[in-house]
């Protein structure tokens, strides 16, 4: 790669000029030079990568953010753009030049409720996003956990997934156009709201997932779904992930695109949401080596998913498939188990420090996974408390390890590089993903390269050389 | 652009070599020189474009594609892929150098059921994929009018549409993993079945849809489906667009994606199946302005989509929102109603010659978009006859513009450009795309100039000579 090393803030020969131009730009009062006021801004939200920056800029407009980055790519200044920075890669953490807050641009600009589409600008949080379009009576499916403070511009850039990818994909099946700033401040406008256009490379692609790599998203528009109206949702226990797999193959040929939601949870997991979670509490009489969060939901105001998933699951159990069920009688009860999947991760903090693996394999291996990447950990450390759980239905696992009750974090935490390579060698040996919804980041840069294609990096590096010659974007993120 | 001007066999200074390299790397037999043996690969399926080639060549593998495009590149020959040749805007028509045809890349190389993925090389036809599917009690979606003809590497390269594009998206939908032979020989090797995979840029959605002019597809990982058991037919009549507009609103909100059809006939589209489509019949007593063909279907064999297809169609009744509608009561009905949609293309041959637009607008435009464009042509030739159809709820119209029955074809013919014009403003007009599902290959490479925009026009620009330098795939397609 020919790109020049951009991460030295020193390149830019008078910093003082540059913050002078950006302010003339957007305004002094958008211009940050202090790193105490950057504050957050220069580390990821869980503090443990910090970077470095001359400014933080934000900028109020899509001709704003293109002029910023004219000035900032004629002082030969990297740009690290930000939403929520809620990622979990590091891929927001700046390394010198300026960070491109996209906060200001916040406005909601049209819903299309009979085209079910919506344009917003990139600083949307995603939680107001989903508010417009049920206020339209449609929905936006997006759903995370950071969902209050994550902007749309992120989960593009990142091309985020969570708990709705099973029936309605990644952030990147969500969006139909956008309005891209190039690394030349150039402006791409292509907001088209259209469900089919075949006029050339579909450019929106490159810039979803690209983390901010190749441009800075500013706008898009956004697919919108018709709101179900009934759901039916059920704690399941399993002997394991085989029953679990086995299950899930049933409810998906029965139920296709109904069942919303098919999420694994290893008993180990649900012990510490029910230790630690508040409001947790467990929906069995005993307890199972396994459980699914299955969830039924239709636009069909007549349907009666209870009945159906009720009949589904009586069928499952007369196969001796699951162990035991509970559906939830009420929105109550149904909140409830939706409480303990969501309080999984949290719970997992007070056990101690945790190694965390976001992977994917296909379906059809997750159970095997899941069963070897367990086998594998316990024999490098027998006493490791393995507490995977995850978007089963994607064959996507958060494939977490808690340290053994007696060991010191410190301890366990050098051997995060063990742990690394043991699940991803299996993940890599089944066909799968080392990142599937998280990223690479600065975090997984050096294990992209080594376990992605050397023929796709080098594609890679070629659209990134193509698009950014100078290699100012969002610098020491993914390649 | 700086890239060479291929299209002229004589910059392989000794064709002789070439063919004699090539016979040497995939077998003499597999080599054919001789125009009239190369024959309908010569020319696009309806005749209208013809080009040269020096060679036809039918590799047997990737390896074998990947060492063709090698030795072509060194001789600096031009390649343009070819499937099945069932393409509409001449992207398979050589341009001088070689053809390179994927029909013997045919092999089904594995299926994956509990992942629903299937693993199929670029050659296989669309029919024997769908057959492969139902095999294994999964659906592969896809479907046009040449897929007994058409190959998955041509469906891939043209992100084609067809008919379930409203239910399971387009082709590029329907792909996971590709293998993609580059321009510079090397193989891409991404052949991955996961859901979910943020390693990087999205490659795959690069190759898909850029008509062959980035490489070679060779093979790909398809997503398949849990196959509808239930299924529900109905045609409706209706005043024109507006209350077609109003009924898809109310079907797709009430049936999600249950609701897997909503095609648009005009009166006179519908007409000329009824005086030439083989077995074509009127299903209801008098006729309507306009019609739309509706299917539901379900994964739940419980589920009884006729009941419910007959409750949501009397409410529309009763709401005056259509006129009449027929329900088919037996799988032969079923089929009757079908026919009459499948035959529209073909029943406007015998009424003289046509002129046609695969366009889209946002769904929330399609009526505004058939009344406006309707007047307008008819006031550019008062005598004409407007006949649209398609794919309304994908906001995708084959507006199809039949000559006045006194008028000469040749007469008619002449006034394309004006047409276009006509109707390509208006779609610009309305936000819309001048080629939905046909892509742009040879045809529309004129007004794609003309009508996209040229920041996204320098992009691609950028990507092609980023990764085909030379100019050497598929050279005067698209761009």
């Known amino acids: 790669m020919r790109r020049r090393a951009v991460g030295d803030p020193m390149l830019t020969a ?11 730009a957007i305004g002094a009062q958008h211009v940050t030079t202090d790193p105490a006021q950057m504050g957050g801004r220069l580390a990821e939200d869980r503090g443990l990568y910090r970077g470095e920056a001359l400014a933080l800029i934000r900028p109020g407009s899509t001709a704003e953010v293109a002029e910023c980055v004219r000035i900032c790519r004629a002082a030969g200044a990297a740009i690290t753009p930000q939403g ?5 890669v590091g891929g927001g953490v700046p390394q010198g030049g300026v960070i491109l807050a996209t906060d200001r641009l916040n406005r909601i600009r049209s819903v299309d409720a009979l085209n079910s589409t919506m344009t917003v600008e990139a600083g949307c949080i995603l939680q ?28 593009l850039a990142t091309n985020a997934g969570g708990t709705a990818v099973l029936r309605y994909g990644n952030m990147r099946e969500m969006v139909l156009g956008l309005e891209v700033v190039l690394p ?44 179900p109206v009934t759901r039916a949702t059920a704690m399941v226990g399993v002997k394991g992930p085989e029953q679990a797999l086995t299950l899930y193959d049933r409810l998906r040929g ?26 947790c509490t467990d929906p069995m009489t005993e307890p199972h080596p396994a459980y699914a969060l299955i969830e039924l939901t239709s636009a069909d105001a007549q349907s009666d998913p209870d009945q159906r998933l009720e009949g589904l699951l009586a069928a499952a159990f007369e196969a001796d498939e699951i162990r035991d069920a509970v559906i939830g009688a009420s929105e109550a009860q149904r909140d409830g188990l939706w409480r303990l999947r969501e309080s999984l991760s949290e719970a997992q903090k007070p056990e101690g420090a945790s190694i965390k693996h976001d992977v994917s394999v296909p379906v059809s291996r997750v159970a095997d996974f899941l069963t070897r990447a367990t086998a594998a950990c316990h024999a490098h450390m027998p006493d490791l408390r393995v507490c995977p759980f995850g978007h089963f239905g994607d064959g996507n696992l958060h494939f977490n390890l808690s340290r053994p009750k007696a060991m010191k974090d410190a301890d366990f935490l050098a051997e995060y590089p063990a742990f690394n390579r043991i699940v991803h060698d299996i993940v890599a040996d089944m066909g799968g993903s080392i990142s599937a919804e998280h990223g690479i980041g600065l975090v997984k840069r050096a294990e992209l390269r080594r376990y992605k294609d050397p023929v796709a990096l080098a594609v890679m590096e070629r659209i990134k050389s193509a698009l950014d010659p100078d290699g100012l974007m969002n610098p020491g993120k993914v390649l």
């Open 254 to 279: 029965q139920c296709a695109d109904a069942l919303s939601t098919f999420e694994y949870v290893d008993r180990l997991a649900l012990q510490m949401a029910l230790d630690h979670g508040p409001g």
């Open 184 to 227: 030349d401040g150039q402006v791409l406008s292509d907001l088209n709201g259209l469900r089919k256009n075949n006029t050339g490379y579909d450019l929106k692609h490159l810039f979803v997932g690209s983390e901010g790599t190749l441009g800075i998203i500013t706008a898009a528009v956004l697919k919108l779904f018709p709101r």
């Open 128 to 155: 107001v996003v989903q508010e417009a379009a049920a206020q339209a009576d449609r929905l936006f499916p997006m759903s995370l956990a950071s969902e209050g403070s994550c902007q749309i511009g992120g989960n």
């Open 14 to 24: 008078r910093p003082d000029l540059l913050t002078a131009r950006l302010e003339q």
């Open 84 to 88: 929520g920075n809620s990622g979990l």
